[in-house]
């Protein structure tokens, strides 16, 4: 790490503002990080009965209370507990120190049972409540998903079940007995160890399980079901004998293999990475069909949304395969980050999900291929995360404040929350980044902590002072870094002078510099071949330090220049390698030529690929202006012919590209993302007023181009990476890899629109053995108007009927599609037999995939935005944090032109406006209109 030879400034600490909303007319409450308090009382041990059953289940808890208000002054009287509930739940009965409570003696409202006049000291206190699992369709609390019951807790499904201390500081033991009618629920599950189980009468069975460790109740979990298992030992290095099992319906045991091997290798990974075991000596993971989000890493009993752990070659993709074990990786490592050190409270999440996505990055990257996981992982950021930096959602890693805490599980928080500690991984090393770890785990096992004291943790066991990396947990934006350099060759002198700023966002109107580590390299000329100089820092007081062919700088101020001596020759620079730091990077006078070296011969992987995509920008960039310019038809052919008229896609561009086709040291992996183009979010970003549909086209313009003049190329990587007839599926690294540019030219020559491209790819759907070449076929058909596209449709259906997860797959490609006019056809989807609004899902596959369309869900006529309207209301009325995310889809409405904007806007008010409508949608709906 070095740091600049001239600071341009002092750093003064941070101000942040507070985010008002306007009232909700059932007032919903904004709750504010600086108002964290510990709570009044704590809970050690937590004793639940659970008695299932088909018309109501009846929960006892028994909760062992100890004061935490210290000492009182005279006269003041004890602080009463406040437990939070939810209005579906009744409360049957209440005692205190094993006297019942009348109900004079408590306070009962929708959100809440407030008890006062309690004893002195350590007290006892039980709580009877009754509820409807078979009724509850948030998913959220004690539900039935395919006719078992199962929990979702986090963030606050807790409430749902019993009142409670709803909150991750309140840390107790956990006894669980449930009890259950055994011929329809043989199969009892709960946290940690099963202590007893036995029969009872009537047909019923009984099982108590006891979690030793201490945790929140958000990591509590209860499965009941019939369901089938499949089981592996595994040993961890220290010998203990752990059995691993996953639960999943009677028919898809078949498909749990690759889940189970992903869930071995996450434990290894993280023995060897981080020196971390397993601590328990049983690890369940159940599949329900009914999830709202991915999975869930409850205390030894992991639950899972069915399609992140079941996958066949004929049912799954290599994307499915590769997040299965993306996911089984992350959930198993929050055992350590998040739940054997958890958060203080909501406004910490980062703390346990940016450093458990870092740590699943990382797994990954290490499973497979390094700079295909940074480039797949920084292509999300940039098309998501930056996208809601930008926007009415902009929040810090670190939010300030929440209506509901469910709409806070956002890209920012996740994705960029992992950019932040792979700041501090990129700034200390691998060995320093570890040294932290170590120190973090010494210092708070077993207790609910923030984000400052992981950043101490780091600081203080590498000797290092990371204050202004902390801002980033507290500003929101995307930082932008401009970059201009200066050789002067008589001493022999680079210089490079870096300055950055942060746009406002919602609540905040000024930013402070934040640390930006800037990996770098600098390509000599070096007879063509472009090979890295070694760099020669100069210091401040004149000294100079070696950083080797890639170093790391720490920008942390407004502006400072880095200088480099003995440098021979005018270098190209490669910066940011590896995505060093999650900002929007400019390089003064980055030419075209700079950018064709860069990607053919930069030796950090990413910056090749990042060459690319910055040649591409620029040319679409260029041909949309091109094709707004003087107005006119936006058909196909006439953004064509304009497009055409400017220039087209020059030599230059399709020589670099078919290199890197040509190249026959690269990736296939590589190979395919270097020539995808960046996505329309990505561009719109840069295009204010920008329309969707238009910027398709002049999409669809480049990718034609390329295909029809790189044809020769993309039919020979087609066939050179097809299977051997009867080639068995494997998930590889390298078969992926095979597979993923095979399918990639197939995309690409699929847009030429010729008759026998098209009867190739309908063959290919036919003939295909997994299902990644399947879909591949099948989506490129769907994208074509024609028979074809009917007839592949109609079979994959018949097909896959019985297959609930390829048949989100079927759901997801047509309301995704940018055929014209598919507004129409995605209205009759949602009417159709396979598709199940409850399901969240289906709800994603059909609604989330018709918001992802540039052309129809930005339709001119706003049929596509009052579709979304209507399904967000609807859906709403089921479940709220599915209705959430749907309601996403409006938040860039500021981005477009000011038709679409008011069309958009107009949806938003009529949401915003109706009757009965929940907190999650009000607080997306709301904050987006502000
Ligand atoms: N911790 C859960 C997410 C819970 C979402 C609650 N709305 C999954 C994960 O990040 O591992
Ligand atoms: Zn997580």
């Given at each position: ?469 902390g801002r980033w947990y507290s500003q929101s934006g995307t930082p932008h870094l401009h970059v201009s350099s200066s050789y002067d060759a008589p001493s022999r002198t680079y210089r490079l002078t870096c300055k950055q700023h942060t746009p406002p966002g919602p609540g905040q109107d000024s930013k402070l510099p934040v640390l930006i580590p800037i990996k770098l390299g600098l390509l000599g000329p070096d007879g063509g071949l472009g090979s890295d100089m070694p760099l020669r820092l100069q210091g401040a007081d004149g000294s100079v330090t070696d950083l080797g062919s890639t170093g790391v700088l720490r920008f942390e101020t407004t502006e400072a220049t880095f200088t480099f001596l003995d440098v021979p020759s ?361």
């Amino acid at each position: 790490m070095a740091t600049a030879a001239t600071e341009t400034e002092e750093i003064p600490e941070i101000q942040t503002e507070e985010h008002k909303l306007p009232p909700h007319p059932s007032a919903p409450q904004q709750k504010f990080r600086k108002d964290y308090a510990p709570p009044p009382y704590t809970i050690s041990a937590v004793h639940l009965d659970f008695k299932l059953g088909e018309d109501t289940t009846l929960v006892t808890s028994r909760l062992h209370l100890q004061p935490n208000y210290g000492s009182l002054p005279e006269g003041t009287s004890r602080p009463a507990l406040q437990l939070d509930g939810r209005k579906d739940i009744v409360l049957v009965s209440v005692a205190v120190g094993g006297q019942q409570l009348g109900q004079d003696q408590y306070l009962l409202t929708e959100k809440a049972l407030t008890i006062a006049n309690l004893p002195e000291g350590e007290f006892e206190l039980e709580v009877v409540t009754q509820l409807r699992p078979q009724d509850n369709s948030l998913l959220e609390g004690l539900y039935k998903s395919s006719g078992n019951f199962c929990t979702q807790c986090e963030a606050e499904g807790f409430r749902g079940i019993t009142y409670f201390l709803d909150r991750p500081d309140v840390m107790a033991t956990y006894t669980t007995r449930m009890e259950a009618d055994e011929a329809a629920y043989p199969v009892l599950l709960g946290n940690g160890n099963l202590k007893e189980s036995g029969k009872l009468e009537g047909g019923r069975h009984y099982a108590v399980w006891e979690d030793p460790y201490p945790k929140p109740c958000y990591l509590f979990a209860l499965v009941a079901g019939k369901l089938a298992m499949k089981e592996r030992a595994f040993t961890t290095r220290s010998g203990r004998q752990v059995a691993l099992r996953i639960f999943v319906q009677e028919g898809n045991l078949g498909k749990v293999d690759h889940a189970l091997d992903s869930l071995v290798r996450s434990m290894r990974w993280d023995e060897d990475t981080f020196g971390l075991e397993y601590d328990l000596d049983l690890f369940n993971i159940v599949a329900v069909d009914d999830f709202n989000m991915g999975a869930m890493e409850n205390k030894s009993l992991n639950i899972f949304n069915s399609r992140l752990v079941l996958a066949s070659p004929q049912t799954a993709t290599d994307l499915d395969y590769s997040r299965i074990e993306g996911v089984v990786g992350h959930e198993y490592f929050h055992n350590w980050t998040g739940n054997r050190v958890t958060c203080r409270d909501w406004f910490q999440l980062t703390l346990k999900e940016g450093l458990t996505v870092f740590r699943d990055q990382e797994f990954t990257a290490d499973m497979n291929s390094r700079p295909v996981k940074r480039i797949e992982d920084v292509m999300m950021l940039r098309s998501s995360q930056f996208t809601e930096d930008a926007g009415p959602m902009s929040h810090p890693i670190r939010p300030e404040s929440y209506i509901k805490m469910d709409n806070f599980y956002t890209v920012t928080v996740y994705e960029k929350g992992a950019e932040v500690v792979r700041l501090y991984d990129t700034l200390l090393g691998k060995e320093g980044f570890r040294k932290g770890m170590d120190l973090y785990f010494q210092r708070h096992d077993g207790h609910a902590v923030t984000c400052d004291d992981f950043l101490a943790a780091m600081a203080d066991a590498n000797g290092v002072n990371l204050d202004t990396l902390g801002r980033w947990y507290s500003q929101s934006g995307t930082p932008h870094l401009h970059v201009s350099s200066s050789y002067d060759a008589p001493s022999r002198t680079y210089r490079l002078t870096c300055k950055q700023h942060t746009p406002p966002g919602p609540g905040q109107d000024s930013k402070l510099p934040v640390l930006i580590p800037i990996k770098l390299g600098l390509l000599g000329p070096d007879g063509g071949l472009g090979s890295d100089m070694p760099l020669r820092l100069q210091g401040a007081d004149g000294s100079v330090t070696d950083l080797g062919s890639t170093g790391v700088l720490r920008f942390e101020t407004t502006e400072a220049t880095f200088t480099f001596l003995d440098v021979p020759s005018e270098p190209v620079p490669s910066l940011l390698r590896g995505f060093s730091a999650p900002v929007k990077m400019e390089v003064e006078g980055q030419s075209e030529a700079q950018l064709l070296f860069l990607l053919a011969h930069d030796s950090d992987p990413f910056n090749r690929w990042e060459a690319g995509q910055r040649l591409s920008r620029k040319l679409l960039l260029q041909l949309y202006a091109a094709a707004t310019a003087g107005g006119g038809a936006h058909n196909a052919q006439a953004v064509a012919d304009r497009c055409t008229a400017a220039g087209g896609v020059p030599d230059a561009v399709v020589e670099a590209f078919r290199a890197v086709l040509e190249d026959e040291t690269l990736d296939g992996s590589f190979k395919a993302m270097a020539v995808c183009l960046p996505t329309g979010n990505e561009l719109l970003d840069s295009l204010p007023g920008g329309d969707p549909p238009l910027l398709h086209q002049v999409r669809m313009f480049v990718v034609r181009q390329l295909a029809a003049r790189l044809r020769p190329q993309l039919e020979a990587l087609v066939k050179a990476n097809d299977d051997e007839p009867g080639e068995p599926y494997h998930f590889t690294a390298a078969a992926c890899a095979r597979r993923a540019i095979k399918n990639r030219c197939l995309a690409m020559l699929s847009s030429l629109e010729e008759p026998e491209i098209t009867a190739m790819l309908l063959r290919r759907v036919k003939e295909a053995t997994n299902m990644t070449d399947e879909i591949a076929a099948l989506g490129c058909l769907v994208e074509l108007a024609g028979p074809e596209r009917d007839t592949a449709l109609a079979a994959f259906y018949d097909k896959y009927r019985s297959e609930p997860l390829v048949l989100l797959k079927w759901l997801g490609l047509q309301a995704t599609s940018n055929a014209p006019g598919n507004v129409s056809l995605v209205k009759g989807l949602v009417e159709h037999p396979a598709f199940n609004i409850t399901n969240p899902n289906n709800c994603y596959s059909l609604f989330l995939g018709f918001g992802r369309s540039p052309v129809n869900f930005h339709a001119a006529d706003g049929s596509g935005y009052e579709f979304m309207g209507d399904a967000v209301l609807r859906v709403d009325s089921i479940n709220h944090q599915v209705a959430a995310r749907m309601v996403s889809c409006f938040t860039t409405w500021r981005q477009y032109d000011s038709e679409r904007q008011a069309m958009m806007r107009a949806q938003l008010e009529r949401i915003v406006a109706a009757n009965g409508l929940s907190e999650n949608v009000f607080e997306i709906a709301s904050k987006s209109l502000k």
